[in-house]
């Protein structure tokens, strides 16, 4: 991107400034059916397009998709619909990027609504990886896809770009053989790119490893490094903390619960980590992954931050200008690496 401060979006490319409040880890359209029988498919159109509009009538601006390409096989309203023709009879491999049905979707919701929507590229954790397309394509070729997806567009959209890369994942305590070829490749294609590179790392403090590789070994800036799901983690403030002192984001993104006992200790981990002088390196979101998660299921949907948690967190202490903060100015900050 020509400008520093841009952020390219479904739409094309927006100034950094006019993102407004930015949620940063979400799936409007999402495939999960392999672990979520019940749950795992979010391919409502009209439920999608009602509650982004709440979003954004609620004062949200932007949101961003990480539903990456084994998430996004079969998310879409019509998965099977005219938009895929050229995938006709090829059947999908973890090596494509996002199905096209997919993308027409989100490019119809951010239409109809007017949300910006940045979408994710990459490749997710290892349940869901293709095995042997991974054995047969080193670091350096799926990240050739990367940097197509992020440079020239994902193929079959007429061009839509994605903006981030992720989410990238570890299944477990540490990388898989597929998933370390995974991040390598996210971290060649960010140093192509510049655009950051967002992490799946729930219930052990994985990100750390992740953090080794893609630092240590790869050389992408800590600040370009947004760690997700630390939330999920046993003792997160204190994971919290470690990840800071080493540069990264810290991203708490499992709020999806209204019980008080949840929402206390969120605001005890998110005041904490403003004592230790770390809200500028922390990110909010919801990560609704499940129908179960949106308001026609009893779930939470994409106002609970603006909302409940705001209320919940200023109420505990936390300043209205450092709630801004979190889904304004940290969002853009980590967006565009300034
Ligand atoms: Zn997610």
Not at 73 to 83: L, R, T
Not at 100 to 123: C, Q, S, Y
Not at 285 to 308: I, R, Y
Request: glycine share 12%; hydrophobic share 40%; aromatic share 6%.
């Amino acid at each position: 991107m020509s400008n520093a401060t841009a952020v390219m979006t479904i739409r094309g490319p927006v100034n950094a400034t006019d993102l407004g409040v930015t949620l940063m880890h979400e799936h409007l359209f999402i495939n999960q059916m392999r672990e979520q029988r019940r749950t795992g498919l979010v391919n409502d159109l009209d439920m999608v397009v009602r509650e982004v509009g709440r979003f954004t009538e609620a004062g949200g601006g932007t949101i961003v998709e990480l539903t990456v390409a084994e998430l996004a096989d079969g998310a879409a309203p019509d998965p099977a619909g005219a938009h895929t023709g050229e995938r006709a009879g090829t059947g999908w491999s973890s090596g494509s990027a996002r199905p096209v049905a997919n993308v027409t979707a989100l490019a119809e919701v951010a239409a109809r609504t007017g949300v910006h929507l940045v979408l994710g590229t990459g490749h997710y954790r290892d349940p869901y990886l293709d095995k042997a397309w991974f054995d047969q394509h080193c670091a350096d070729q799926i990240a050739e896809e990367l940097v197509r997806d992020i440079s020239e567009g994902i193929p079959g959209t007429g061009g839509i770009r994605a903006g981030v890369i992720g989410e990238i994942g570890a299944d477990k305590w540490y990388l898989s053989a597929a998933e370390e070829r995974s991040f390598r490749a996210a971290a060649r294609a960010h140093r192509r790119t510049g655009v950051p590179v967002t992490t799946h790392a729930a219930r052990w403090p994985v990100g750390l490893a992740q953090l080794d590789l893609l630092c240590g070994e790869e050389g992408v800036p800590p600040d370009r490094v947004i760690i997700g799901h630390v939330d999920t983690v046993k003792a997160p403030l204190d994971y919290a903390l470690e990840l800071a002192r080493r540069g990264v984001w810290v991203q708490f993104d499992n709020l999806r619960s209204r019980r008080r006992e949840d929402l206390d200790h969120l605001s005890s981990r998110v005041l904490g980590f403003a004592r230790a002088g770390r809200l500028d390196q922390l990110l909010l979101s919801h990560d609704l992954c499940t129908t179960a998660d949106w308001p026609d299921e009893g779930g939470v949907g994409l106002t609970h931050l603006l909302g409940t948690v705001r209320r919940h967190l200023t109420a505990a202490g936390l300043g209205e200008d450092e709630f801004d903060r979190l889904l304004i100015d940290n969002p853009h900050r980590a967006l565009t690496g300034t």
